[in-house]
């Protein structure tokens, strides 16, 4: 892979090797005291940076955005490598992407920092001022909402608009910030740990087109399939779910305020519908692999009843689940009598978006280590959730919100970035978060996956209590919105 | 992963003292102002001839203590490995880099985002391999380090080599400061010199005084961290530290060499600096980290500017500072 050119040799007559892992020549020369000056077609042949976020998805270019713009880190070179094309938007299309994110509060407070949020803003974007959650074997519900419906809790973007603003904020940038698009990588060649003094102390990475580059700091943000963190042989938990996600564009059968996130826990998997608009919502339906099949070929019609009847039907409830939740909703209100919420029922759909229909299989994964000498992972790479708490691209966001505030601190002491020690800091942080909300996401998911009585009645008490309690739902929404 | 290695050899550095040389140490470290005992009465007679010469040196005009050369040749390829002899002096890149930075910055300077020392030239007095070199250079500075060790010099310039910031920036120079102030008088003089933990194994502190203040422009910085002389710095810096806990390689440091902050002040004041703040640190040997204290009696660092030679005639004897604060 490495070409070793002759020209720079036969001119210099001290006869020097390229900078490569054999350049114990150089070191010689180091030794008789004279300064090893860089020659100009080594250094542009395999240019050194300082930070390479491999992924320029949602979280890696938020990532390279975010490096860029803080002001201990100007100067630094920085990287970012995406294999697919510029995503770039001049104009918000008339129908919706299906794909679409929940982004927290805190992910927006990001987004701003980095001036996408104001773009995003401007395009499409659709805040939600309350989350209704309920079962579907029994009468059990929570809602979450801010006080008085003032303040928007969440919102709904769609992931393509997240990052064509970006992209545009990344294109603003001074030239120390580079993107390579339709770049993909092929092999990454690990440095040896820092005392072994001959060999490059830097990570190299190899382009399909050839080109080698070389990093100090490498930002791993590729997804779930992570090749970064594969060819770094991290240990990852790991499993599929037997669950894939049907996701649409519905139009809803008649325009409302649509500022209400709608969840229901089915025994074969939650749905959920997500508001784009006032007359079109998202649907994101979690379910076996063979039904999401099956709803995939239904025709148009028959997808629509199905979802309808998937929200408004209550042929899972059973006698005994009725009487008991009727009988811990009267305990709980005993107790509180204030609390609890008049249950809503959501819109009803008519219709679908054109060719709209999807579906993609789901997994959770988290890998035990986030970091290495020299690398780092962030977002998917790191971690994996099912998609019924609306928390995948906000755990991915608070990771670059961390990561970046550590590596500002490091370069402001003079640190070099791929240190270990401040990258420790940053894997332990992120794990103190991110591990409890993914176990909680975890344990919600299979704690819902069935209709047995004695899991419903636990589950029915639960939630109806949580629901009266709103120091404990403030605590769920504010550890969710960071 | 690191934390593991750090308590790796701490436990062994426990384990591996005998039951009676820890003994024997402690009577030692209590007995100490009693007795003479085998291993310091020598030290102690050395220190009785000296008695009427300054400090634990003898004046000699050089600052290069030949001993202390060689027992840092042999450690010379240790440098660069963060959990290895130097380990402790990695972690205080973590005080020592912040103090000299900010303490540089407070000049008024124009803000250079992400460079703040762009523009000084700073001198690195004893820089072995380049471990504080190199974030100073990092952070915009001209730095030059010299160290009379052929090795260390040798080592620093390998681990710059690569990094095509640093090798702009740093460069390393195998001589003394005696060597280095000769040639430079009057050429090119610094805005700043640093000299972390070196003036504990320096022969001759006069000339060291004089050598910086050659080489530094008027109202230049001198930073020194250095250890105090005190009954707890023996205690903690020579007995728990390179003989019980081996934080630090055996015979690294010579008690009598150390200087009290006063001591330290009065040298540099009477040699045209002025000195302006002095700040303790303390190392956590089960956390391998360094932090700020009121305290200087074991480890401490200060900052001193070289005075102006107007106001160098106008200066007087130091004693302005309570001798309390710094016992």
């Known amino acids: 892979m490495h070409k070793l050119t002759k020209a720079p040799l036969a001119l210099n007559g001290l006869g020097r090797c390229l900078i490569t892992e054999k350049h114990l020549s150089a070191v010689n020369i180091i030794r008789r005291g004279l300064v090893c000056s860089e020659n100009r077609t080594d ?62 509060p805190g992910s927006a407070t990001l987004l701003s920092g980095i001036g996408a949020w104001e773009q995003i803003t401007r395009m499409r974007c659709k805040p939600y001022k309350r989350m209704q959650v309920w079962d579907a074997c029994s009468d059990a519900l929570i809602t979450f909402d801010k006080e008085d419906l003032l303040d928007e809790m969440a919102y709904i973007v769609e992931n393509d608009i997240v990052v064509a603003a970006i992209t545009r904020q990344l ?159 009267g305990a709980l209100s005993a107790i509180m009598p204030s609390a609890g919420s008049p249950r809503q029922l959501p819109p009803s759909v008519a219709g679908i978006g054109p060719k709209s229909r999807v579906m993609f299989p789901l997994g959770v994964g988290h890998a035990s280590e986030y970091i290495r000498h020299r690398v780092a992972l962030i977002g998917d790479a790191a971690h994996r959730v099912h998609p019924l708490a609306g928390q995948g691209v906000n755990l991915g966001f608070g990771d670059v919100a961390c990561l970046t505030h550590i590596l500002s601190q490091a370069a402001f002491n003079g640190k070099d970035l791929g240190a270990i020690q401040h990258l420790l800091e940053y894997e332990t942080e992120r794990q103190r978060h991110n591990l409890p909300m993914m176990t909680a996401i975890d344990l919600m998911k299979r704690l819902y996956s069935t209709n047995a009585a004695p899991a419903v009645l636990l589950r029915t008490f639960g939630l109806q209590a949580t629901n009266m309690l709103p120091t404990l739902k403030e605590q769920i929404m504010a550890y969710a919105s960071k | 992963m690191m934390y593991s290695n750090k308590l790796g050899r701490l436990m062994f550095g426990l384990r591996g003292l005998e039951a009676t040389s820890a003994r024997g140490a402690f009577q030692r470290a209590a007995a100490r102002s009693g007795f003479s005992w085998a291993a310091v009465r020598k ?55 912040p103090f000299v930075r900010d303490n540089l ?41 010299v160290d009379p060790v052929e090795d260390s010099v040798r080592i620093a310039r390998l681990h710059a080599a690569h990094d095509p910031d640093l090798r702009d920036r740093v460069s390393y120079r195998a001589c003394t400061l005696e060597e280095l102030s000769d040639e430079e008088q009057g050429v090119t003089q610094f805005d700043a010199v640093v000299a ?102 074991i480890n401490y660092a200060l900052h001193a500017v070289k005075q102006d030679d107007e106001a160098e005639a106008g200066s007087t004897t130091p004693g302005g500072h309570n001798e309390a604060a710094h016992s």
Not at chain 2, 208 to 235: D, E, H, Q
């Open chain 1, 171 to 329: 294109d603003a940038m001074p030239e120390n910030v580079q993107v390579k698009y339709k770049s993909k990588v092929v092999k990454y060649t690990w440095p040896m740990p820092h005392h072994a003094a001959e060999s490059i102390p830097w990570v190299k990475v190899t382009l399909a087109n050839g080109e080698t580059l070389q990093t100090k700091l490498l930002i791993g943000a590729d997804g779930p399939n992570s090749m970064v963190r594969q060819k770094l042989g991290i240990p990852t938990v790991k499993w599929n779910y037997d669950q894939s996600a049907v996701v649409a564009v519905l139009h809803l059968s008649e325009p409302t305020e649509n500022n209400v996130a709608w969840q229901r826990f089915l025994p074969t998997g939650p749905i959920a519908m997500l508001p784009l608009s006032d007359t079109e919502s998202s649907l994101v339906w979690s379910t076996s692999h063979h039904l999401a099949e099956e709803l995939l070929e239904l025709d148009e019609e028959s997808f629509i009843d199905a979802i309808n009847s998937a929200f408004w039907s209550n042929e899972n409830h059973s006698d005994l689940i009725e009487t008991a939740g009727a009988l811990f909703r």
């Open chain 2, 43 to 97: 030290q102690r007679t050395l220190w009785q001839q000296r008695m009427h010469q300054t400090g634990g040196r003898s004046a000699v005009h050089t600052t290069v203590d030949p001993g202390e050369v060689k027992r840092f040749q042999l450690l010379a390829n240790k440098w660069w490995d963060e959990e290895g002899e130097f380990a402790a002096l990695h972690a205080m890149n973590d005080l020592r880099v």
């Open chain 2, 196 to 297: 972390s933990e070196v003036v504990e194994h320096l022969a001759d502190l006069d000339t060291f005084a004089i050598c910086c203040s050659r080489v530094l422009k008027p109202g230049g910085s001198l930073f020194i961290t250095t250890l105090n002389k005190t009954n707890l710095s023996y205690a903690l810096a020579i007995v728990v530290a390179e003989q019980l806990l081996h934080i630090v390689p055996r015979g690294t440091h010579d008690w009598e060499k150390f200087i009290s902050p006063v001591e330290l002040e009065r040298l540099l004041e009477s040699n045209g600096f002025l000195v302006q703040s002095v700040q303790g640190m303390l190392y956590n040997p089960l956390s391998g980290a360094w932090s700020w204290t009121n305290n200087t009696e």
């Open chain 1, 43 to 104: 250094s542009s042949k395999t240019e050194v940076y300082d930070v390479i976020i491999s992924g320029g998805g949602m979280v890696g270019s938020a990532m390279a955005c975010s490096l860029g713009m803080d002001p201990n880190l100007s100067g630094k070179k920085i990287l970012l490598l995406e294999a697919g094309h510029k995503k770039v938007m001049d104009r918000v299309p008339d129908t919706y992407s299906t794909r679409v994110s929940s982004i927290s």
């Open chain 2, 105 to 145: 910055l407070n000049v008024q300077r124009e803000r250079h985002p992400g460079q703040p020392l762009a523009g000084l030239r700073i001198l690195d007095v004893g820089c072995g391999g380049g471990l504080l070199s190199e974030p100073l250079g990092r952070l915009g500075a001209t730095v030059s380090g």
